[in-house]
């Protein structure tokens, strides 16, 4: 069934924003506080802003895989994972993925964001973003009894949002393995250094997340930027199952090119929308380049294949595509110690929506997730330093970029965050649940439980990949998903830093008081892996990464000559008046889960798009 969340549309708009995911909503939010400018929002998916399986923080997973909530991304096999594909998936509703992810709520590093301005935009450093960090959000800080139990003194509020949509908070159901993290990461002298809104954090530690501790439900995109006063705004028009077939283009004597409208289908039917001032892609990362081809901004040579026409020749559209690959090994917990496989248990899952429901306590709360950002170079052996100089020089010599022209720049910046010992190569994430991908690739195969007992899962996720993949029409259709080709681990550098940070995986869990935790010899998945020495430990890779859910990169903000898409006011190369604003823009993926990233992003891009207005 069509939704049309507010009346009929008009036959233009001032900005016409294909997306109401989590950066599109931001945008049109922004925009529309000015009464005198109209705004339209098209997104493909639904209205589902009620749907429990939305609302509820701890049914997050049931949305994946699901076609009423998510597009149901795969990659291609990837020849580095023995030819495993991999499931992306990404919000089909308003919202966007901020309305399906696990609600984590992570912050880049202060080098993360100045490597941007390194690539060449003027003014997207860490201190020039910091202040929409702050804006997105609205800081809940917990009770004594929280604050104490997960040992959060290293947040310091002077840093966090005070009057933000987004409410962060920690929750109120936490088990052992919570509570006992941060310790376990303290005596292995691992203790976080600082708060990561910093941007200069790096230990263990417990995560904010995204819910609102009054409601205890979701907190995002579409239940904040698009709450009941800004819906009732008469200068926004949000139109949902309304999918974006491409930008009408047209092209001046000067060869500038001027975005006059917006074709969609809706219902079924071919409809035509203009606009007076602007169009702006917040499709996300795969599909913000497809529209792009799909409109003749692209490969000439790709576009031609298809039979389209060429009216930006821009082969970069669709390339640099990053992701934070993530490998995963799951142990066996002691008896006693309760972990989210026990929901597999029909009778208790009923209980736990039941609670959820009657109380807003329980599971389905979705207490916080715990984190650890950690250089490589702590886990080199003595004599690192020579090691870990020599490392990079060894495959990066080895292996010459490729034909993306700012692939030998982004490598020296990375090659320079890899040898500080205040930056983080890797992101740790436990998950009180098993995971097993050799169950298959979709999430609906590989997240319920496969083996009897309760596990604890330990990812080690890259912050840094140097492995470049990419995202690209297989025709002119607009109903057919793009080619997704991440080229996991292709970078070999990839798979020997990620192989030192699964080889401490076996310390963490030897280390008390998380060593008490799990049974001693105790199963594990995949079953009896062990990583201590370094080969097994590079095996784990090919056998485990998947996504952890974060692409960027794929209308990278550069200089066009370096490969970039849109320029530093995000305006796609060789438009008047089109731009891209989502995760594609970055040029670098920063560290860890990218939702707030994309949320500063889009605040500052309502601000530049009202300075230009004047």
Same mark, same amino acid.
């Given at each position: 069934?069509?939704?049309i969340? $507010?009346a009929?549309p008009?036959?233009?708009?001032?900005y016409v924003?294909?997306g109401?995911?989590?950066?599109?909503?931001v945008?049109?939010?922004?925009?529309?506080?000015? *009464?005198?400018?109209?705004?339209?929002?098209?997104e493909?998916?639904?209205?589902r802003?009620s749907?429990?399986?939305?609302?509820?923080p701890?049914?997050?997973?049931?949305?994946w895989?699901n076609?009423?909530?998510?597009w149901?991304?795969?990659? =291609?096999?990837?020849?580095?994972? /023995?030819?495993r594909?991999?499931? @992306?998936?990404?919000?089909?509703?308003l919202?966007g993925?901020?309305?399906?992810n696990?609600?984590?709520m992570t912050?880049?590093?202060?080098?993360g964001?100045?490597?941007?301005?390194?690539l060449g935009?003027k003014g997207?450093n860490?201190?020039a973003?910091?202040p929409y960090y702050?804006k997105?959000?609205?800081y809940? *800080?917990p009770?004594?009894?929280?604050h104490d139990?997960?040992a959060?003194? &290293?947040m310091?509020?002077t840093?966090?949002?005070t009057?933000?949509?987004?409410?962060?908070?920690f929750g109120? #159901? @936490?088990?052992p393995?919570?509570k006992?993290w941060p310790?376990?990461?303290?005596?292995?002298?691992?203790?976080?250094?600082?708060? *990561?809104?910093?941007?200069?954090? @790096?230990?263990g @530690?417990? /995560?904010?997340?995204s819910?609102?501790?009054?409601?205890?439900?979701?907190?995002h995109a579409?239940?904040?930027?698009?709450?009941?006063?800004?819906k009732?705004?008469?200068?926004?028009?949000?139109?949902?199952?309304?999918l974006v077939v491409?930008v009408?283009?047209?092209k001046?004597?000067d060869?500038?090119?001027?975005?006059?409208g917006v074709? %969609?289908?809706?219902?079924?039917?071919?409809q035509?929308i203009?606009?007076?001032?602007?169009?702006?892609l917040a499709?996300g990362?795969f599909q913000s380049?497809q529209i792009?081809e799909?409109s003749g901004?692209?490969s000439?040579a790709?576009?031609e294949?298809?039979g389209?026409?060429s009216?930006?020749?821009?082969p970069f559209v669709?390339?640099n595509?990053q992701d934070?690959?993530?490998a995963?090994?799951?142990f066996?917990?002691?008896?006693g110690?309760?972990?989210?496989?026990i929901?597999?248990?029909?009778q208790?899952?009923?209980?736990?929506i039941?609670e959820?429901?009657?109380s807003? =306590?329980?599971?389905?709360?979705?207490g916080?997730?715990c984190?650890a &950002?950690?250089?490589?170079?702590d %886990?080199l052996?003595?004599g690192?330093?020579?090691?870990?100089?020599e490392?990079?020089d060894?495959?990066?010599?080895?292996n010459?970029?490729?034909a993306?022209?700012?692939?030998?720049q982004?490598y020296?910046v990375?090659?320079? !965050?890899?040898q500080?010992k205040?930056d983080?190569?890797i992101? &740790? +994430?436990m +998950?009180?649940?098993?995971?097993?991908?050799h169950?298959?690739?979709?999430?609906?195969?590989?997240?319920p439980?496969?083996?009897?007992?309760?596990y !604890? $899962?330990? #990812?080690?996720?890259l912050?840094?990949?140097f492995?470049?993949g990419?995202v690209?029409?297989?025709?002119?259709?607009p109903?057919?998903k793009?080619?997704?080709?991440?080229?996991y681990?292709?970078? *070999?550098?990839?798979n020997?830093?990620?192989a030192r940070?699964?080889? &401490?995986m076996e310390k963490l869990v030897?280390?008390e008081?998380l060593?008490?935790?799990l049974?001693?010899?105790?199963r594990?998945?995949?079953?009896?892996?062990h +990583?201590?020495?370094l080969?097994a430990?590079?095996?784990l890779?090919?056998?485990?990464? !998947?996504?952890?859910?974060?692409? $960027?990169g $794929?209308?990278?903000m !550069?200089?066009?000559?370096l490969?970039?898409?849109v320029?530093?006011?995000?305006?796609?190369?060789?438009t008047?008046?089109l731009r891209?604003v989502?995760?594609?823009?970055?040029p670098?993926?920063p560290r860890?889960?990218i939702?707030s990233s994309?949320y500063?992003?889009a605040?500052r891009?309502?601000?530049?798009?009202?300075?230009?207005?004047?």
């Open positions: 069934m069509t939704t969340t $507010t009929e008009k036959d233009s708009y001032d924003i294909a109401g995911g989590t950066a599109g909503l945008v049109a939010s922004r925009l529309s506080e000015d *009464p005198n400018v109209t705004v339209l929002v098209l493909a998916g639904a209205d802003l749907d429990n399986r939305i609302t509820t701890g049914l997050a997973m049931t949305t895989d076609p009423d909530f998510d149901q991304f795969m990659t =291609t096999p990837q020849d580095a994972l /023995n030819g594909t991999v499931a @992306h998936p990404r919000g089909k509703t919202g993925s901020s309305a399906i696990m609600c984590l912050y880049p590093s202060k080098s964001l100045d490597s941007w301005e390194k935009n997207w860490f201190d973003l910091q702050k997105f959000h609205t809940c *800080p009770s004594k009894d929280v139990l997960l959060l003194d &290293y310091d509020e840093l966090q949002g009057s933000g949509p987004i409410k962060v908070s109120d #159901f @936490h088990g393995l919570q006992d310790e376990t990461f303290q005596r292995l002298n691992k203790k976080l250094t600082g708060d *990561p809104l910093s941007g200069i954090g @790096h230990g @530690h417990s /995560n904010p997340t819910i609102d501790p009054k409601t205890k439900t979701r907190s579409g239940s904040e930027y698009y709450r009941p006063e800004v009732n705004r008469e200068n926004l028009r949000v139109l949902t199952e309304a491409k009408i283009l047209e001046s004597d060869d500038l090119v001027t975005a006059k074709q %969609f289908t809706l219902a079924g039917k071919l035509t203009g606009a007076n001032r602007e169009i702006i499709a990362t380049p792009l799909l901004v692209g000439r790709l576009l294949q298809h389209m026409e009216v930006i020749d821009n669709g390339e595509l934070h690959a993530v995963s090994l799951c066996e917990a002691a008896d110690i309760p972990t989210g496989d929901l597999r248990d029909p208790i899952f009923a209980a736990a039941e959820y429901n009657t807003k =306590t329980g599971f389905l709360t979705a916080t997730i984190s &950002y950690m250089p490589v170079v %886990f052996d003595q690192g330093e020579s090691e870990l100089s490392l990079p060894k495959y990066l010599s080895r010459a970029p490729s993306f022209p700012a692939q030998q982004q020296e990375l090659r320079k !965050m890899l500080s205040d983080s190569s992101q &740790y +994430v +998950v009180p649940a098993q995971t097993n991908v169950a298959g690739a979709k999430p609906s195969q590989f997240l439980p496969s083996s009897e007992g309760n !604890m $899962t330990l #990812f080690a996720a912050n840094h990949p492995s470049r990419s690209h029409i297989t025709s002119a259709d109903m057919e793009p080619r997704i080709d991440p080229k681990l292709s970078h *070999p550098l990839d020997e830093i990620l940070h699964v080889q &401490y030897a280390t008081p060593a008490s935790l049974k001693k010899g105790g594990r998945i995949p079953a009896g892996k +990583v201590e020495e080969d430990a590079r095996s890779g090919p056998e485990t990464v !998947m996504s952890i859910f974060h692409p $960027t $794929t209308c990278a !550069m200089s066009r000559e490969g970039g898409v320029n530093e006011r995000l305006i796609v190369y060789g008047t008046n891209v989502d995760a594609s823009i970055m670098l993926e860890g889960n939702q994309v500063a992003i605040e891009a309502a601000d530049i798009i009202r300075q230009d207005m004047r």
